[in-house]
């Protein structure tokens, strides 16, 4: 079936890069999403990327997709404390109606 | 910009009430969603729905009902409401697959406590 694991939490310094991993087991996704959620709040769009590509950078954001071994990665260069949150990994999957398929969230520590 | 906005941020309910959680979006969306978030479980689908009066079971639908009448509205029932129902829930949005994107849209969580 299709499942996304990530590791639970992760504690960085500010100023520091922070490296979120992710794996998930359906190579037919077409896309692969960073969702972020602040505490109390709902998840918003952090970024995404096609299948297609390796790796795509957005500002202090770079997504590396592996899909020989299903892994996706998210690196927040200089982290700030105004990172820290909840980092979820999603996939498409196969489904052709619009579901996504969560990993349980990675917790980002920033610590001051 | 899209909103999804649920009815309660909090909520408190005692055990056997029936509970209605409600979500509205104004972007024209197809697809619902409601998930239960719980600590170290991320994210997990009770149930969906494509279209108006449209309805699919996720992950998790045992014990709860859904309600989409209209377009924009998409509710949560509890039919009668566990501790083990406590939870974090997120309704969510999208566009079809056919426009080109799975993005969902979150609402803000409504913190539901059974007692």
């Known amino acids: 079936g299709e499942d996304v694991e990530q590791s639970l939490f992760l504690s960085v310094r500010e100023g520091d890069s922070s490296v979120i991993n992710c794996t998930y087991t359906d190579s037919s996704s077409t896309y692969l999403y960073w969702y972020k959620q602040e505490p109390g709040a709902g998840l918003q769009l952090l970024t995404y990327?096609?299948?297609?590509?390796d790796m795509k950078q957005d500002q202090r954001l770079t997504v590396l997709l592996n899909k020989k071994d299903k892994h996706l990665s998210l690196r927040i260069a200089d982290t700030q404390t105004g990172d820290s949150a909840i980092y979820f990994c999603?996939?498409?999957?196969?489904?052709?109606?619009?579901?996504?398929?969560f990993g349980q969230g990675t917790t980002l520590q920033v610590k001051p | 910009d899209v909103k999804v906005t649920q009815s309660s941020r909090y909520l408190v309910k005692r055990t056997g009430e029936k509970v209605f959680l409600e979500c509205v979006q104004d972007?024209?969306?197809?697809?619902m969603f409601w998930y239960r978030q719980d600590p170290g479980l991320g994210l997990r689908l009770i149930y969906f729905?494509?279209?108006?009066?449209?309805?699919e079971k996720g992950d998790i639908p045992e014990g709860y009902s859904v309600s989409r009448e209209k377009k924009e509205r998409f509710s949560l029932i509890l039919e009668s409401a566990s501790t083990n129902q406590t939870s974090m829930y997120l309704c969510a949005s999208s566009p079809p697959v056919i426009a080109g994107s799975y993005e969902q849209y979150f609402g803000p969580g409504t913190r539901l406590t059974v007692t």
């Open positions: 999603a996939e498409s999957g196969t489904s052709n109606t619009g579901k996504l398929i």
């Open positions: 990327i096609f299948s297609n590509m």
């Open positions: 729905s494509y279209d108006v009066k449209m309805k």
């Open positions: 972007m024209d969306h197809e697809n």
